[in-house]
C-alpha cells in the first residue's frame, strides 16, 4: 500500500520545531530541503521516506503531544518576540523553566496587560486546533471593570454587539458583585478575538481593570499562581483530545 503523503509544513509543525504558519514562512523563504532539493512553495506533500531538512538540519521525529497550564502575569506580550524589545511571556519561561523543549507555543494570547491561565503545547497542529471557533471550547474570564454596568445590558450580549465592523457573539456576562467604584464580572466566550472584551467595555463605556482567565475548555487555572507552571497528564490529554493527539 503507498504512504499517504501529508502536506510538508503540517509535518514541520508536528515536529515541534515551529507553527505550521512559520513553517509555510520558512518553505517560501527557501529554508527546507526535501531529499536535498529546495522546496518553494507549501503545496508540497511529504511521506516519512523523505528527509527533511530545514536550514540544513534534520527535522526530528515527532516527539509526543505535550500541554502545560502556565498563569501568565500581567505585564507580558504572548509572542515569541516584540519589535519594541518588551520582554515576552516565553522569555520569562525559558527563564523560569530550563527543561521545558526549546521550541513551545501557546494556544490562543493574552494582552500584556491581562493575566491568568495561558496553555502551551510542543505541538502546533494542537495549537492550531483548539483556537480554531469551531472546537467551541468555552474561555472564562474574571473582569474588573470601573463602575456599575446594567445587569440586563449585559446580559444582552449574548446576542451579540457589532463594533466598528467586527461581530462578537456568544459572549455571557454575568453581574457578579458591585463594590464602591467598581463590578466584578464572569465572562465567558466561544471565540476569544483579539482584545475582545477590553473593546465590548469600552464601547460600552466601561474601563477594564483588570482581567484574568480563569479557564479554556476543560483546562482550569485552579489554585496555580503567577509564573507557575503544571503539565497536563496524558491521560487527561487523551480523554479530552482523543488519539488524534495523544
Not at 94 to 123: C, M, Q, V, W
Not at 163 to 169: K, M, P
Request: net charge positive.
Amino acid at each position: 500500500m503507498i504512504e499517504k503523503g501529508e502536506r510538508l509544513a503540517k509535518v514541520m509543525a508536528r515536529a515541534g520545531i515551529c507553527s505550521r504558519r512559520k513553517a509555510e514562512e520558512l518553505i517560501l523563504q527557501g529554508k527546507v530541503s526535501v531529499d536535498g532539493t529546495t522546496i518553494l512553495t507549501p503545496a508540497f506533500n511529504v511521506t516519512s521516506c523523505n528527509v527533511v531538512k530545514v536550514d540544513g538540519t534534520l527535522l526530528p521525529q515527532k516527539e509526543q503531544t505535550r500541554l502545560w497550564k502556565y498563569h501568565k502575569p500581567a505585564g507580558f506580550i504572548c509572542s515569541q518576540g516584540d519589535p519594541q524589545g518588551r520582554e515576552t511571556v516565553f522569555d520569562e519561561i525559558a527563564k523560569r523553566f530550563p527543561h521545558l523543549p526549546p521550541y513551545i507555543i501557546s494556544i490562543g494570547r493574552l494582552d500584556f496587560n491581562s493575566e491568568g491561565l495561558l496553555l502551551l503545547t510542543n505541538d502546533g497542529n494542537l495549537s492550531r486546533h483548539l483556537e480554531l471557533p469551531s472546537t467551541g471550547w468555552v474561555r472564562r474570564y474574571r473582569v474588573r471593570v470601573k463602575g456599575h454596568p446594567d445587569p440586563e445590558q449585559m446580559a444582552s450580549l449574548k446576542d451579540g454587539i457589532t463594533i466598528e465592523g467586527v461581530h462578537y457573539t456568544n459572549v455571557i456576562v454575568t453581574v457578579e458583585k458591585k463594590e464602591s467604584n467598581s463590578t466584578l464580572l464572569t465572562v465567558k466566550l466561544s471565540e476569544g478575538k483579539n482584545r475582545e472584551i477590553r473593546r465590548i467595555m469600552q464601547h460600552l463605556g466601561y474601563h477594564v481593570m483588570s482581567l484574568m482567565r480563569l479557564s479554556y475548555g476543560p483546562f482550569l487555572l485552579g489554585n496555580l499562581g503567577p509564573n507557575e507552571l503544571a503539565e497536563i497528564p496524558q491521560k487527561f490529554l487523551k480523554e479530552q483530545l482523543g488519539e488524534k493527539f495523544s
